[in-house]
């Protein structure tokens, strides 16, 4: 092997292979919204990158933005200070390469069938033919175990089957990156974990990029293979970890207690006594290990 600081030159067949552009960049972004007395700032100069295949989760206490820096990322939002930008656009408006999964149950219309909930989609953005989006639609709907229930109406379904056809329909749109906004949320724990293990399970097979917002350290454990801490309100950075030791099995183990102790006292106590960085600096973020 060559010795690296030699380089390349002369050897065509040595090349420096560059670092991966992110898919998301999110740079110095900081986000305000109106009341009838005052400008609120939700976010203080957020900062972090989602490469391609990522599952990265946004995790912070009530209040501290994380929802409304995801609604920005889909355009719904714009920053007031800092720039999004998705392969190195700049994000301006909601777009179908930007597919969010909301918490609310009523996201589906109730008037549609599960199979034309998945299809509208891919009618309106990707322009496919009646007979093409029904197609794909059922693939979708296979995958997440509905295809049984597509002639259904959404007023029929649980919770956890409406949660299931809405992530079929946001995958069946193949968007660059899946947007969730606290989608178990509103379930029954024994439901959660089961959507917490079907969501693995989809990544597992296809890859696709996850941005991901939770409340739930244990969640954020679970399902991110990247979690950036953010502050209470206003949400700044505290600290960006990788969490790809752990998976549902991991629960309960003493590791995944320390390291879900560990994050509680990043998020909530001051910056001194955890060493991790709550400063607004824009680009990158403090990295560190999460045992």
């Not at 918490?103 to 989609?121: A, C, G, H, I, S």
Request: with cysteine; hydrophobic share 40%; aromatic share 6%.
């Amino acid at each position: 092997m060559a010795d690296s600081h030699h380089g390349n030159h002369g050897n065509p067949h040595l090349r420096v292979v560059p670092h991966p552009q992110p898919l998301l960049q999110v740079d110095g972004v900081s986000l305000e919204y109106r009341t009838p007395t005052r400008v609120v700032r939700a976010t203080h100069r957020v900062s972090f990158d989602v490469h391609a295949s990522d599952r990265f989760v946004l995790l912070g206490p009530s209040g501290c933005g994380k929802s409304t820096l995801l609604k920005a990322v889909a355009g719904f939002v714009p920053p007031a200070e800092g720039e999004i930008r998705l392969e190195g656009q700049r994000v301006q408006a909601p777009g179908p390469d930007r597919i969010v999964v909301f918490q609310e149950f009523d996201q589906l219309p109730p008037w549609k069938t599960v199979r034309q909930n998945v299809m509208f989609p891919l009618r309106q953005a990707r322009g496919l033919s009646k007979a093409e989006a029904g197609d794909v639609a059922m693939h979708f709907l296979g995958k997440v175990g509905l295809a049984g229930f597509a002639d259904a109406y959404p007023h029929t379904l649980s919770g956890g089957m409406k949660q299931r056809v809405a992530i079929a329909r946001a995958l069946a749109t193949r968007p660059k990156v899946l947007l969730m906004d606290e989608p178990f949320a509103a379930l029954d724990a024994l439901t959660r974990r089961r959507m917490q293990e079907e969501l693995l399970a989809l990544w597992d097979e296809a890859a696709f990029t996850l941005l991901f917002v939770t409340h739930s350290i244990e969640e954020a454990l679970v399902v991110g293979s990247r979690i950036l801490l953010l502050s209470p309100h206003p949400g700044r950075v505290r600290a960006e970890l990788n969490s790809h030791q752990f998976s549902l099995a991991s629960q309960g183990s003493a590791e995944f207690q320390q390291a879900a102790q560990r994050i509680h006292a990043m998020l909530f106590d001051t910056p001194e006594e955890t060493g991790a960085t709550t400063g607004p600096a824009p680009g990158r973020t403090h990295h560190a290990a999460t045992h």
